[in-house]
T-cell receptor, first 114, second 111 residues
Framework: DAGVTQSPTHLIKTRGQHVTLRCSPI?????VSWYQQVLGQGPQFIFQ???????GRGNFPDRFSARQFPNYSSELNVNALLLGDSALYLC?????????????FGPGTRLTVL | AQSVAQPEDQVNVAEGNPLTVKCTYS??????LFWYVQYPNRGLQFLLK????DNLVKGSYGFEAEFNKSQTSFHLKKPSALVSDSALYFC?????????WGAGTKLIIKP
């Protein structure tokens, strides 16, 4: 079975531009979470979606948005990019939200903002 | 608010020796604790979790972790380190719908 997949692998943008990152969860998983990992730090939670509805949002500005599609794949959108948005963006899937459910992570998308 | 701390930025161990990567937590209620490993240019890989039950949790690749409620710790351990264990290790605690992560500990295993 395929794991969590993310696209693109790497992305270079300039300040002010917009970016869309994509994630496909493990087959059968209905929950997708997005995290931002700045170099040298642990991941920071951005969003969680379950059954196409936002279940949680981290402390990120409104420039960050996401959605989940009927096939449970997800997109993360970031508008008006800033230099500080440069990071590894990780997508994680789980069968459903909840304390017992470990999250399985994709390889990430490395975003560089120039 | 839930939080975890990894007090060591880096841990150096000789191959074949036991290793310990430390994690302490602060939670209200029962803790749900996780360890993940991250290899260079790779995503995070799940190692093990503590939900309830035995304080010694066994996970992937020969790793185990000891939950200690009185010391609010969840240290990751392995009896005999391999060079291939060299990676970045993260401790995390579940807080409702999200994971709260430590800053990570770089583990270096020297041949």
């Amino acid at each position: 079975d395929a794991g969590v997949t993310q696209s693109p692998t790497h992305l270079i943008k300039t300040r002010g531009q917009h970016v869309t990152l994509r994630c496909s969860p493990i087959s059968g998983h209905k929950s997708v979470s997005w995290y931002q990992q700045v170099l040298g730090q642990g991941p920071q939670f951005i969003f969680q979606y379950y059954e196409k509805e936002e279940r949680g949002r981290g402390n990120f500005p409104d420039r960050f948005s996401a959605r989940q599609f009927p096939n449970y794949s997800s997109e993360l959108n970031v508008n008006a990019l800033l230099l500080g948005d440069s990071a590894l963006y990780l997508c994680a899937s789980s069968f459903r939200p909840g304390e017992n459910n470990e999250q399985f992570f994709g390889p990430g998308t490395r975003l560089t903002v120039l | 608010a839930q939080s975890v701390a990894q007090p060591e930025d880096q841990v150096n161990v000789a191959e074949g020796n036991p290793l310990t990567v430390k994690c302490t937590y602060s939670v209200s209620g029962n803790p749900y604790l996780f360890w993940y490993v991250q290899y260079p240019n790779r995503g995070l890989q799940f190692l093990l979790k503590y939900i309830t039950g035995d304080n010694l949790v066994k996970g992937s690749y020969g790793f185990e972790a000891e939950f200690n409620k009185s010391q609010t710790s969840f240290h990751l351990k392995k009896p005999s380190a391999l060079v291939s264990d060299s990676a970045l290790y993260f401790c995390a605690v579940r807080d409702s719908y999200q994971l709260i992560w430590g800053a990570g500990t770089k583990l270096i295993i020297k041949p």
